[in-house]
């Protein structure tokens, strides 16, 4: 085990561009995901003497990024990202490729639930425990959305859905 | 599982981790030291003013207090404040002015407080390993001898002055160079007349 707690410094290196990733994945809009992370790491080190100390500081993280993100999409929900949500393609991020857009915008027609359930899975790595831990939800349930989801995705995207592990 | 799907969410990772410029946590430090800065200087002279009053309700009570208060047995604290000693409220509020405009000098913590008795003491956490000017105003009679300890235990001494009390105080800077991230203490021991009488502001400022 290591004994020596990860620095300010490091937990920022390490899951900055993670965290922003998973908001942008949820959210739609990558400079916006940028700012909620940055101001989750600024409330961090202004605890950080606490938190430093915590099992899963990034798990702290992870919680104060999205409940940020949720806060701040229910208040001011831009045209920008209204039009990320509704229209396929072209707008707004620097130059992703057709295939993220895609994904975005396809994640984007997911139910709440069950598009949180496929960004933690598949980008913040969490288990189908922890998801379901987070969540407040059986395991079976964590399984059923993110069965769902994948159909939902693969039907929209036309890849081909295969054996759900 | 859906290789594809998973392959996908994967290339999303990467790709747009490639294009996130991070703000660094510099710019945390930064944003989180400039919200304490704000809450230091529109709490500074409240605490003044605070403990102002506080003096003045020991003063009046020693001097001879209103009718009302004189017939409370001593050891009873007053319901209701007395108004503060008029001459200790200014020189708090003339050390806090001497502090500055904030936006024009910007510090990174201030506050200011009255000698109540010769011996002052402020634990001040979370300051950034840095090099620091401490200014220190000092208002009324007397003098402060001000030592700076690192640390939140320790005799480590990172600075040592004295500063002058003035009616119009002009003060005095220390260097301070606090050697890691963390605590360190500030503490002013009053001479020649300043115990109970002088009101004195500091702050730290960055040395760029």
Known sequence: MDSHPPSFDELYAAHYGDLTVQLYAYFGDRQEAQDVVQEAFCRAYARWRTISRYDDPVSWLRRVAWNLALSKWRRTRTALAFALRQHPAETAVAGPTPERVALIDALATLPPVHRRAMVLRYLADLTIAEIAEREGVPEGTVKSWLHRARTALAERLGHEEGVTR | ?208
């Open chain 2, 1 to 208: 599982m859906t290789d594809q799907i998973e392959e996908l969410f994967k290339d999303l990772r990467t790709e747009t981790l490639a294009k996130i410029i991070a703000p660094g946590p510099g710019a945390a430090r930064v944003a989180v030291r400039r919200k304490r800065e704000i809450r230091a200087a529109a709490g500074s002279v409240l605490a003044v003013a605070v403990v102002a009053v506080g003096v003045g309700v020991v003063r009046n009570h020693d001097t001879g207090a209103p009718a009302a208060q004189a017939s409370r047995p001593p050891a009873k604290r007053p319901v209701q404040q007395p108004a503060p000693d008029p001459a200790v409220l200014a020189r708090a509020q003339a050390a806090q002015n001497a502090l500055g405009d904030p936006n024009r000098h910007p510090w990174v913590m201030a506050t200011g407080a009255v000698m109540s008795g010769a011996d002052y003491e402020n634990d001040i956490n979370d300051i950034g390993e840095d090099k620091y000017y401490l200014y220190v105003f000092c208002a009324g009679p007397g003098r402060l001898q001000v030592t700076i300890k690192a640390d939140q235990y320790g005799d480590k001494v990172l600075a040592t002055g004295t500063v002058p009390c003035q009616e119009k105080p002009t003060g005095t800077r220390l260097t301070v160079t606090q050697p890691h991230t963390g605590y360190l203490r500030l503490f002013a021991h009053a001479e020649d007349g300043a115990a109970d009488a002088a009101a004195f502001a500091f702050k730290f400022a960055r040395t760029d």
